[in-house]
């Protein structure tokens, strides 16, 4: 096994997911799996190759740098799961 | 006369001829999906109050005498595209509520033409998964028979123009989500080369992979659709400045002297002999047209499940990390303090296979790990590239099965990760080179659709286009309809 279960659990905070103890079982298992499956990329030897990150060679797109109409406030915060006075709302961070 | 079974061009003949409107033609859509969509699923929004506005709308506009192709027709949009104040789910529990505030690009473009939207199509969570089980609310089922998948991820719209709930449909496609949903459920569908079609307002899944596409009844229209979806948007920095050509003008039932490369490799894992022989059968017929064949190796495309499954989910780790409760779709009840806040809405929201994925990724990319996994994958993303390249160099085409099998039935899969990913071993290819690639109904097995893929090099649609419609124009496997 490449990952312990411990491992996962790791991974799993590092993804802001909180697994239940259940899924944390069957996700070791099955990426242990796939990272089995993986190992076949270390057959190629690609020391001398370049990383191909992007299919088409864009950098630095630019536009003008001029002011454009954006969404309205109301708009912006129409899916929040809740709000206040223009603003998201969450759960208090800084303690009093 | 089946107004909801014609094809995009037939039915614009008759709106132009003024023999039909487009609100008898909305109507006759609408009935069909009442009628048969609690048998596909196929959809997880049917809009039909905007569906029968904007084909009034359509309507005065064919009667001022501007009709364009798509200009009254009832058109579905796969769930996780953006539009404006209607759900868009990406069928996931986490967006379960969330009304887009704007319209993806195509949708725009769609909206232009006054084309009509009859609703928003199921798909796996976040397209990710091939049988549109992952799906967080239902699973769709293929109209050819309905204990069978429709393949995914969008399989909601291939389901739907299979099943005439729509006259043709757009998908995205990350690994084959859109032509392989298309060979299970017997229609045509299309990859376009990586950034010919803006993804602004597309859910993003894995940025350097995903694409936007139709799923039609025929080659025909997959043209129609490209030549308005396709084109450089500002709001997308991906998509390439590169004139649109007319992809109607390549449909000429003509392939004398087309170089078709047959990719053996892509043959010997896990193709079965039923799809093979249809395959070789299509290549024989198309060299019966005058095509010349021969078969070719691409070696690295051996290595392409490993490669699209550490580079895909380590994109989606990164693009899914936004689904945070705090400025749309669920924030779980449980959210006493920020952290448990994002740790409770992403456990609560998100299903088994995104998770699975986020994992991966997140894996691939953690301190440690990310020259072994990521870089290595996208070193060997590089080699396959090249081998694709290579073989550009002597074939016009490269052509091969679509999916490995035809449509396996619900339920069968979702066990066993492994064979589930395999059905997309010969379309990954053309997402990790970018390139553009068409599925076109080839042969039945089982009474199931079987897909003939047919790759073309990066801004080859035309090439790809001329090479599908005549295998189309001198089959009729793309007329045959599914009983429901």
Known sequence: ?????????????????????????????????????FAKL????????????????????????????????????????????????????VET | MDLAGLTVKAAHELLKSRQVTSRELTEAVLRRIESVDDKTKAYVTVTSDIALRQADAA?????????????GIPIAIKDNMC????????????????KPVYDATVVERLAAVNAVMVGKTNLDEFAMGSSTENSGFFASRNPWDTEKAPGGSSGGSA????????????????????????SFCGVTGMKPTYGR????????????????????????DTALLLNVISGKDPRDSTSLDVPVPDYTKSLAPDVKGIKIGVPKELFGMGTAPEVASAVWDAVKLLAGLGAEWKETSTPSVEYGLPVYYIIAPSEA??????????????????????????????????????????????????????????LKAQKVRTLLRRDIERAFEEFDVLVTPTSPTVAFGLGERVD????????????????????????????????????????????????????????????????QKPNL
Do not use: W
Request: hydrophobic share 40%.
């Open chain 2, 416 to 479: 066993d990760p492994l064979a589930m990913k395999l059905s997309d071993v010969c379309t990954i290819p053309a997402n990790l080179a970018g390139i553009p690639a068409i599925s076109v109904p080839c042969g039945f097995h089982n009474g199931l659709p079987i897909g003939l893929q047919i790759m073309a090099p990066g801004l080859g649609e035309e090439i790809a286009l001329r090479v599908a419609y005549a295998f189309e124009q001198n089959t009729d496997y793309h007329k």
């Open chain 1, 42 to 93: 270390q057959e190629l030897d690609t020391d001398a190759v370049e990383p191909t990150s992007h299919v088409i060679p864009v950098e630095n797109v630019f536009r003008e740098d001029k002011a454009r109409p954006s969404l309205p406030p109301q708009d912006v915060l129409a899916n929040a799961p809740e709000s206040q006075d223009d603003c998201f709302a969450v759960p208090r961070i």
């Open chain 2, 317 to 374: 780790s990164s693009n899914l990390a936004r689904y945070d409760g705090v400025r749309y779709g669920l924030r779980s009840k449980d959210s006493p303090d920020p952290i448990t806040m994002l740790m409770k809405t992403r456990e609560e929201g998100f299903g088994a296979e995104v998770k699975q994925r986020i994992m991966i990724g997140t894996y691939a990319l953690s301190a440690g790990y990310y020259d072994a996994y990521y």
């Open chain 2, 159 to 182: 389901s739907a123009v299979a099943a005439d709930e729509c006259l043709a449909a757009l998908g995205s496609d990350t690994g084959g989500s859109i032509r392989q949903p298309a």
């Open chain 2, 197 to 220: 079609v803006s993804r602004y307002g597309l859910v993003a899944f894995a940025s350097s992979l995903d694409q936007i596409g139709p799923i039609t009844k025929d080659v025909t």
């Open chain 1, 1 to 37: 096994m490449i990952l312990s279960r411990e491992d996962v659990s790791q991974v799993a905070f590092l993804a802001r997911l909180e697994l239940t103890d259940e899924e944390k079982d069957k996700l070791t298992g099955h990426i242990n799996n796939l990272l089995q499956h």
């Open chain 2, 59 to 71: 309507d005065k506009r064919i009667a001022s005498g501007d009709a364009a192709p798509l200009t």
């Open chain 2, 83 to 98: 539009t404006r104040g209607v759900l868009t789910t990406c069928s996931s529990r986490i967006l379960y509520n969330y």
